[in-house]
């Protein structure tokens, strides 16, 4: 191992060896050695070239449009949802907690030290929580859909109101990197789309409802379509999708009822949970 000045330690110096087994078809790209809030990570990189070829566009039977909720965490063309954990406000409470114990120590001491540490932990908790999450919640789209529909984030500021928290974008950013990269080992298909007016159009005729955030219905006055404003949305995001590649799959915004061709193409062996059973997996 290469070894190189980091800070104020050698890497030399460390006393242990440690073998870790390398996949035979992965090659080995970097190593990193990190310092986190609880300890010392060896961070290594391995490249895999057996990635599939994403789904040709003509074997794609299932498609899904996601939207980003402001009660939900997402939002699909079904009507499915997936709520935001809930212990993440437990342990936002703890977090609050620990930060007014902080207040009380006294700057560069030993308990100040010790209590910062401890605040760090907690963040990093929050974090490995949230990826966590966001993992179990993208193998369950890929394992269901061979092609997923997002809102491109970049844009998206843009688009939205200022009441939306930047704090859901981050997530969202996350999710969609996570989403894509589990995306890419199935050969499942994310496609990011602009996000203008996804919630004020009406699905149903593309007519402009104008709305409120406060508003949670999409109704409208032109052809009576009546659903809530963020399964609307996610079905104009993938309405959006589906014109973009090019694809028409039967009626209903583009959605069929069948199996998706590539059902846990790789790594997830989850039983047949439904998509609503993530409360089910061990978090
Ligand atoms: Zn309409």
């Known amino acids: 191992m290469e070894t190189r000045k980091?800070?104020?330690t050698h890497?030399?110096?460390f006393g242990h060896s440690y073998f870790f087994y390398i996949i035979p078809s992965f090659t080995l790209k970097t190593c990193t050695i990190v310092r986190k809030a609880d300890g010392w990570y060896c961070?290594?990189?391995m490249?895999?070239?057996n990635v599939p070829e994403p789904l040709p566009l003509n074997e794609i039977k299932t498609a899904v449009g996601v939207d980003v909720g402001l009660k939900e965490f997402l939002v699909t063309s079904k009507g499915e949802t997936v709520p935001i954990k809930q212990h993440y406000r437990k342990t936002q409470s703890h977090l609050a907690r620990q930060q007014r114990f902080l207040e009380r120590k006294q700057k560069g001491s030993k308990r100040f030290?010790?209590?910062q540490n401890r605040i760090a932990?907690?963040?990093?908790?929050i974090g490995r929580q949230r990826k966590d999450f966001h993992y179990n919640t993208a193998h369950k789209l890929v394992k269901n859909y061979d092609l997923i529909a997002v809102e491109d984030l970049n844009i998206r500021g843009l688009a939205r109101t200022r009441l939306s928290k930047s704090v859901l974008d981050a997530a969202w950013g996350q999710f969609i990197?996570?989403?894509e990269s589990v995306a890419v080992k199935c050969g499942v298909r994310v496609v990011k789309v602009s996000p203008h007016s996804t919630t004020q159009d009406c699905s149903g005729c593309g007519t402009k409802v104008p709305k409120t955030l406060s508003i949670r219905l999409h109704e409208c006055h032109k052809c009576g379509l009546v659903m809530d404003r963020d399964e609307n949305a996610a079905l104009n995001i993938l309405d959006r999708a589906l014109s973009e590649v090019g694809l028409i799959l039967p009626a209903g915004g583009g959605l069929v009822a069948g199996q998706p061709v590539k059902p846990e193409a790789w790594g997830f062996n989850g039983?047949?949970?439904?998509?609503f059973d993530l409360e089910k997996l061990p978090l």
């Open 177 to 179: 990197t996570i989403l």
């Open 43 to 45: 961070c290594i990189s």
């Open 121 to 125: 932990r907690i963040h990093q908790k």
């Open 6 to 8: 980091h800070g104020n």
């Open 11 to 13: 890497l030399r110096n």
């Open 113 to 115: 030290a010790a209590q």
């Open 271 to 275: 039983e047949a949970l439904s998509f």
């Open 47 to 49: 490249q895999d070239d």
